[in-house]
C-alpha cells in the first residue's frame, strides 16, 4: 500500500493538489498510518497540499467524483468498497468495479459531464487475485491506462511469496501500459521504512542470478 501513497505525496510535494478517498482506514488512522511510515516527514509540502476524505462510511463514488473537480490528482482506496446508487450490486461485485473504474477513466479523459474538467490523473488501488488479474475482474484492465502488479519476492529463489512471507523486495510487473510500447516489463525496488527504493548494483546481480536459477 505505500507505494501508490508514496507516488501522491511526492507528486504533492511538486505543487499538485491531490485528493485521497480512504474507504477501508477511517481519517484519523490513514494520519497516524502515514506519520507512523514517515510519509509526512519525507514530503512536508504535501500535507497542506492533499485532502483525506474519509468514505468508510460514505461508499458512494459518484460523490467521490463530484469532489474531484479543484484536484490534479486522486487516489481511491479501494475499488472494492465503493459503488454506485445506481446498481443494486453490492460494493466488490463485477457490475460495481467496473463502473468505479470506468467512472474515474471519464473523469481522466475529459469525457462525458467532465468535458469542462481541469485535466487530472487517478489512482485505483485494487487487490489481485491468485491468477494475476485484478480483483478478479477482468474489466478493469480495459478501463484503465495502467495496471501495475506489485509481488512480494524472494532474491535467493526468484519465487513470488505470499503477503506474510516478505522479504524486503518487491517485483513490480506491468501487467499493461498505455505509456509504453511493451508490456510485462519488470523492476525491483527494496521495501524500506522510507517506501520503496532503487537496488544497489550487488542486489541486482543477486536478483538476475536468482531470476536464472528459477527458469531453470
Known sequence: TLFPYTTLFRSAQNDVRAIIFSGEMPKALFSKYAHRNGI?????????????????????????????????LSMLDAVRVFRTYKYKNK?????????????????????????????HTAILVAHGARNGDISAVRALEHAVDAVLLLE??????????????RKGFVRIVSAKNRFSFWSDELGFRAVKDRGLVLLGSDEDAQIAEA???AEV
Request: with cysteine; proline share 6%.
Open 152 to 165: 512480494n519476492f524472494d532474491p535467493e529463489t526468484g519465487k513470488t511469496l505470499k503477503p506474510r512471507q
Open 211 to 213: 531470476i536464472q536459477v
Open 91 to 119: 460494493a466488490g461485485s463485477p457490475t460495481q468495479e467496473t463502473y468505479v473504474a470506468k467512472s474515474f477513466a471519464k473523469r481522466c479523459h475529459g469525457k462525458g459531464n467532465f468535458k469542462k474538467s481541469r485535466p
Open 40 to 72: 509526512f516527514k519525507r514530503y512536508p509540502a504535501a500535507e497542506a497540499r492533499i485532502e483525506i476524505v474519509d468514505m468508510t462510511e460514505c461508499d458512494d463514488v459518484d460523490y467521490a467524483l463530484s469532489l474531484t473537480e479543484d484536484y490534479d
